[in-house]
């Protein structure tokens, strides 16, 4: 049951890393706009979040599988104290390493998004700055009665002429 946990801490550390990987993927597209790219990455990583999903109710099981097994363990065990319960010394270090090396994977990918998020922000507030330009519109500083913005739009093409 042991070896099955840290095979699956294993495949979950590098689930993470190729998440982190295709983040900086996603970076480099949307900085260029290359959005056929950026579109085959959201697919991919649509598919890497399923698997990191799976492998987390895997782990999820092998969990309560080991709770069954010590009654010390239970919901609220923290992993240091979880991992001191393993049967031999190497297998809680290599718990311990697997433990360190995915905190550190899912710190860059979440890093990665949270930058990629300000891109992405960026870009689409370029394009709709730039809609609301060509088309005339613009936002009041006020709300409506409804509690919605108030758009103004002014006539730039007389389309009866």
Wanted: contains cysteine; aromatic residues 4%.
């Amino acid at each position: 049951m042991w070896q099955r946990l840290i095979d699956i801490l294993g495949k979950i550390c590098a689930a993470y890393d190729s998440l982190a990987k295709l983040g900086e993927r996603k970076r480099n597209a949307l900085v260029v706009v290359d959005m056929e790219s950026l579109a085959k990455i959201l697919d991919e990583e649509q598919l890497l979040a399923a698997r990191i999903q799976n492998l987390e109710k895997q782990r999820g099981s092998v969990l309560k599988e080991l709770a069954k097994t010590n009654p010390t363990i239970n919901q609220s065990t923290k992993a240091e104290d979880f991992y001191q319960k393993a049967p031999s010394l190497a297998i809680e270090k290599r718990l311990i390493s697997l433990h360190k090396t995915l905190t550190k994977n899912v710190d860059r990918a979440l890093k990665i998004r949270d930058n990629n998020q300000i891109l992405a922000q960026g870009a689409l507030d370029a394009v709709k700055f730039h809609l609301n330009r060509l088309s005339g519109a613009t936002v009041q500083p006020t709300y409506g009665n409804r509690g919605g913005d108030v758009v103004t739009h002014k006539k730039n093409f007389d389309f009866k002429a």
